[in-house]
C-alpha cells in the first residue's frame, strides 16, 4: 500500500473556493458577491444530484484516507505552513523530481506516474522522472519590431508586439512543411494591473497603462520549435504566421446577429464590425484548423449598465475596476448601450491566415463561454458544447445543419468557415430518476443508489442562410442569440454550478462537464441540491458524464451520471466513479479538461479549497481503474491551472496569475515564479516530458 499524507488545513476566509479577493476582483469582477444574475424559477442541477453521493460513497468503503503518496522530491505537508516540493532546478528555477523509482507506478494506461502531493510550494512540481520547462512567458516578443520586455518601460505598441497576459486556453495545431515545428495558440483572458506596473493607483489609472492592459487581452499565435532530445518548445519569434490580436483589433460579427440594430452602434452602424475580444477564457479546435475562443466574464468590462438585460448579464450600474469607460466611450454603456451586444460570443480564427479576421460566431448564442468544443455527427456536421460559467446558468450546445468538406483548398476552407453559421442552438434541462422525496440534501443516496438520470436538449432558435426563426415564445430569433440567457429562462432550462469546460471523449463520445463549484446553493432562498449536484454550499464542485442517445451528439436526449464529485476523498460526500477513495488524490474546483489518446480525462482546476495549491489531474474513464484519479502537477503560490494539453511524450499547462494573492502587487510580488527573487511573476506556458524520452504514462 501506497504512503499516505495528511491534507493540508483548509484556509480560512470568505472567497468562494481557493480564491483570492485578487483573482475574483480583475478575472470576473467579484461575480460571486454580487447579486446572482439567474433569478427564475427554473430547476436547479443542485437539486438534480444532491444525494445520491454519498450513497455509493458510504456503500464503497471503510475510512477513506486523504491523500495519495507523494513521488520522490515531495515532503509530508503535516504541520507545515508551507510544504517543500522538489528540488529547484532547470531553467526558471522550476522545481522538478528526481531519481527513477525501482518499481513502475502502477495506473491505466496514459496514467502510470507516481502522483504529485498536494503542496503549497511556489514552483510547478512533476512526478519523478519528469522534467519541464518554461516555453514562451508574458512579454516575450513574437512579432517583428517588438522589442524585449521591460516591465519597468512598457508600453502599449510593444505589448502589442509581445506574448499577452494570463493564458487560459492552449492549443498545439501540426504544421505542415516546417518540420519538427508546431503552431501554438492562446487565449489572454484578462490582466491584473496591480501585479503589471509598479505605483499602480485602481483609482486613476494611466491611459498608457490603460492601453497596455487592451494590448495584453486577447489572442496569441507563435510558432513553436520541438527539441527531439527532449521535450522542450522554443517560441520561434518573428515568424510569418505569429500573431497578437488584442482588444482594439478588428473582429467580424457573423451568422444571425450580424447588422441587427441591438448590435448597432456610432462607431459602427453596420452592427458587423466589432474591436476586440475580452476575457477569453477556455475554448476548442475544429476538425476543419480553426481554433474557437469564449469570451466569458466580458460584463466587468462595461460601466453604468441600467437595464434588466444588463443586470441578467452581471453588467453593474456604476464604474468598473480598470475604469476603460473614461479612456474609450465604447465601455460606457450610457453612451453606447449596444457595444456590451458585441461580446459573450465564441470566436472562430483561423491560424493558418495571418490576415484572416476573426469571427464571432453569434449562432452560438451570447453568454459567459466558458469554452467551445467540436464534436461531428456521423455526416460530418458540427456539434458544439458550452458551458456559461456563472452560479446557476446553463449547458448549451450547438448543431450545424451543413456538413464539413475535407481538403484543404480554398473552396473547402471558405465552405467550412460557415458552418457555424447555421444550425439550432439547444439547452439542456436535466432530470433525476429518483423521487424528490429521496432527494434531502444530505448527501444520502437515492433507494436505486445512484445518481443519474435523464436530459433533454430544447432548441431555442435556429439560424438558416435565409433567416432565423425562434422557438421561444414572447423572443424574437435575434434576442433569443443576443439575450440567450433569457431564452433559457424561458425554455425551463436546468441551473448548474458553474459548468465551465465540456469535452466530448474522442475514444468513447461519452460527454464530460466541469462544475466549479457554487457556494452559494442551498443558502437563503437559493435553490437547494437536486440528483445533479451532489452538495449544498458546493464549494468544490464535480464532474458529469453525459451520454447522448445512440451517442449520436446531434440527439435530443441523453443520460447522465455522476462521475466525479470533488472534495477531500476522506469526505463521505465525494465520489470518484467508484473507485476505492484511499487510493485517489484529494482534487477541489474543476476547471479546464482534456483527453489523452487512451480516453483518460485530464482536469486542471481553479481556486482549490482544500489548502493545496491548484494542479492538473489525470482519471481514468473505463476500464477497472475508472475513476482512479491522481494529481500529477501542481502551480506556484496564487496560480491557477489552464489549457492543459496531453501529447503522446508531451505535457502542456499555462501557468495563469501567478502570485495573485491577497496584499500582493508589483512592489510586493507574492510569487518569484518563474525567474527567481527580484523579478516580477510573470504568467507563462509550461512543457513537462519524461527524462527517459518515453510517452507520458505508460
Known sequence: MRKLLPLIGTPSGSH??????????????????????????????????????????????????????????????????????????????????????TRKPKGARGLRFTPVAPNTADAVTVPEGYDQDVVIRWGEPILRGAPAFDPENQTAEAQAGQFGYNVDFLALLPLEGERGRQLLVANHEYTDEVLMFRGYDSDNPTREQVEIGWAAHGLGVVVVEEDRRSGRLTPVTRHHLNRRLTATSEFRLSGPVAGSGLVRTSADPTGRKVLGTLNNC????????????????FNQYFANGGRATDKRYGIGTGATERK???????????????????FGYVVELDPYDPDSVPRKRTALGRFKHEGATVRLTHDGRPVVYSGDDERFDYLYKFVGSKRMRHGNSRSAREHNLTLLDEGTLYVARITGDSPAIEIDGTGKLPKDGEFDGSGQWIPLATATAKGAVSHVDGMTAEEV?????????????????????????????????ALTNNSNRGVGAHPKADE???????????????????????????????????????????????FPKDSVSPISCPDNVAFDD?????????????????????????????????????????????????????????????????????????????????????????????????????
Not at 441551473?495 to 462537464?513: A, F, I, Q, S
Not at 451532489?534 to 449520436?552: D, F, M, Q, Y
Open 282 to 297: 477556455a475554448g476548442g479546435t475544429t476538425p476543419w484548423g480553426t481554433t474557437l475562443h469564449g469570451e466569458e466574464n
Open 481 to 513: 442569440f443576443v439575450f440567450t440567457r433569457l431564452a433559457g429562462d424561458k425554455a425551463g432550462a436546468t441551473k448548474m454550478d458553474r459548468p465551465e469546460d465540456v469535452e466530448p471523449n474522442p475514444v468513447t463520445g461519452k460527454v464530460y462537464v
Open 16 to 101: 468562494p473556493g481557493g480564491r483570492s479577493a485578487m483573482t475574483c476582483r480583475f478575472r470576473c469582477g467579484d461575480a460571486c458577491f454580487h447579486e446572482v444574475p439567474n433569478t427564475s424559477s427554473n430547476a436547479y442541477v443542485g437539486d438534480v444530484v444532491s444525494d445520491a453521493l454519498s450513497r455509493r460513497s458510504m456503500m464503497r468503503a471503510a475510512a477513506a484516507v486523504t491523500v495519495v503518496a507523494a513521488g520522490a522530491g515531495t515532503v509530508g505537508l503535516a504541520g507545515a505552513p508551507e510544504a517543500q516540493a522538489a528540488p529547484v532546478a532547470g531553467k526558471g528555477g522550476q522545481g522538478h523530481g528526481h531519481g527513477h523509482g
Open 532 to 578: 445533479a449536484n451532489p452538495r449544498n454550499a458546493n464549494k468544490h464542485g464535480h464532474v458529469l458524464e453525459l451520454t447522448e442517445r445512440w451517442n449520436r451528439p446531434e440527439s435530443t436526449k441523453f443520460a447522465w451520471s455522476l462521475f466525479l464529485v470533488a472534495g477531500d476523498p476522506q469526505d463521505p460526500a465525494t465520489y470518484f466513479a467508484g
Open 324 to 342: 476603460w469607460e473614461r479612456f474609450d466611450k465604447r465601455f460606457d454603456l450610457a453612451q453606447e448601450p449596444n457595444e456590451a451586444h458585441r
Open 598 to 698: 487512451h480516453g483518460n480525462l485530464w482536469i486542471s482546476t481553479d481556486g482549490a479549497a482544500l489548502g493545496s495549491h491548484d494542479g492538473l489531474f489525470g482519471v481514468a474513464t473505463r476500464g477497472d481503474r475508472r475513476g482512479e484519479l491522481k494529481q500529477f502537477l501542481t502551480v506556484p503560490k496564487g496560480a491557477e491551472t489552464c489549457g492543459p494539453i496531453v501529447q503522446d511524450r508531451r505535457v502542456l499547462v499555462a501557468v495563469q496569475h501567478p502570485g495573485e494573492v491577497d496584499g500582493a502587487s508589483a512592489e510586493n510580488p507574492g510569487s518569484t515564479w518563474p525567474d527567481g527573487p527580484g523579478t516580477y511573476p510573470r504568467p507563462a506556458v509550461v512543457a513537462v516530458w519524461r527524462t527517459d524520452g518515453r510517452d507520458i504514462g505508460v
